[in-house]
C-alpha cells in the first residue's frame, strides 16, 4: 500500500507498507506525481518503507520502471528510507535513469532524510 504522508510545494512523502500493487501505482502515486510535475515542473519525493514491506508485484515493478523513464528528468531529488537491503542497490542502479540526485537512509534516519531531501541542491563541482 502507497500512502502520501505528506506534500510541500513540490515535495512529497510517501509511505510504503506490504506489497506494492499495479492499482497502489494506478490510483495513488502515478496520478498525484504527475499533478506535482505538472504544477511545479520538478518534483522530490521521499519514499519511506516501513518494517512491514515486502516489496513490489511484478506489474508495480513495471508500473515504477516505466513512469520513472517517462519522468526521468522531472525529478531534482529522490529520498529512500529503510527497507530491505537490496533497496540501495536497486536505488543506485534506478538512479542511473533519472536526472535526480538520489540518496538512501537507514530507517532510523527518516528525519535526516526529510532534511535532506527539502535543502537546495549543492552546485555540482567541475
Known amino acids: 500500500m502507497i500512502e502520501v504522508i505528506e506534500q510541500d510545494e513540490n515535495m512529497m512523502q510517501i509511505k510504503a507498507t506490504g506489497t506494492l500493487t499495479h492499482a497502489d501505482y494506478e490510483q495513488v502515486l502515478i496520478p498525484?506525481?504527475?499533478?506535482?510535475?505538472?504544477?511545479?515542473?520538478?518534483?522530490?519525493?521521499?519514499?519511506?518503507?516501513?518494517?512491514?514491506?515486502?516489496?513490489?508485484e511484478p506489474s508495480a515493478m513495471w508500473d515504477d520502471a516505466k513512469f520513472g523513464v517517462k519522468h526521468r528528468s522531472d525529478f531534482e531529488k529522490c529520498a529512500v528510507?529503510?527497507?530491505?537491503?537490496?533497496?540501495?542497490?536497486?536505488?543506485?542502479?534506478?538512479?542511473?535513469?533519472?536526472?535526480?540526485?538520489?540518496?538512501?537512509?537507514?530507517?532510523?534516519?527518516?528525519?535526516?532524510?526529510?532534511?535532506?531531501?527539502?535543502?537546495?541542491?549543492?552546485a555540482k563541482k567541475t
Do not use: Y
Not at 105 to 121: D, G
Open 32 to 56: 498525484q506525481l504527475e499533478e506535482l510535475i505538472k504544477k511545479h515542473g520538478k518534483a522530490r519525493i521521499l519514499f519511506a518503507m516501513d518494517e512491514g514491506f515486502h516489496g513490489w
Open 81 to 122: 528510507v529503510g527497507g530491505p537491503k537490496w533497496i540501495e542497490w536497486a536505488t543506485r542502479l534506478g538512479s542511473l535513469l533519472i536526472t535526480a540526485e538520489c540518496k538512501t537512509f537507514p530507517a532510523n534516519e527518516l528525519q535526516q532524510a526529510q532534511s535532506w531531501i527539502k535543502a537546495p541542491i549543492e
